[in-house]
Nanobody
Framework: QVQLVESGGGLVQAGGSLRLSCAAS????????MGWFRRAPGKEREFVAA????????YYIDSVKDRFTISRDNAKNTVYLQMNSLKPEDTAVYYC?????????????????WGQGTQVTVSS
């Protein structure tokens, strides 16, 4: 079993920054891709970013490119999402997830363990 716990969410003004963390426990996640997803009120869950197991490649949804950065520290079993230039449309619950293999994808079905989520609210 793998437990994922997100932290770092909160309320921020538009243009501000937040850094989300996802700490894994139980079994290591270092051999697996990791991803961040979000769900805004009344909307479907949406892929945000993903990173390969070694951190050499990253992937982003177009709306967050050049604003968000995903990274990982396998020694700490932790994945991060640095969010800059936040916009009100970034408001959502953000979830981290472990991929089923080392290659990341945008489909939630490619992930097998999920955290409980952390709320990010961006005010205008």
């Amino acid at each position: 079993q793998v437990q994922l716990v997100e932290s770092g969410g909160g309320l921020v003004q538009a243009g501000g920054s937040l850094r989300l963390s996802c700490a894994a426990s139980g079994r290591t996640v270092s051999s697996y891709a990791m991803g961040w997803f979000r769900r805004a009120p009344g909307k479907e869950r949406e892929f945000v970013a993903a990173i390969t197991w070694a951190g050499f490649s990253t992937y982003y949804i177009d709306s967050v490119k050049d604003r968000f950065t995903i990274s990982r520290d396998n020694a700490k079993n932790t994945v991060y999402l640095q969010m800059n230039s936040l916009k009100p449309e970034d408001t959502a619950v953000y979830y981290c997830a472990r991929g089923k293999n080392s290659r990341p994808g945008a489909d939630p079905m490619e992930y097998d363990y999920w955290g409980q989520g952390t709320q990010v609210t961006v005010s205008s």
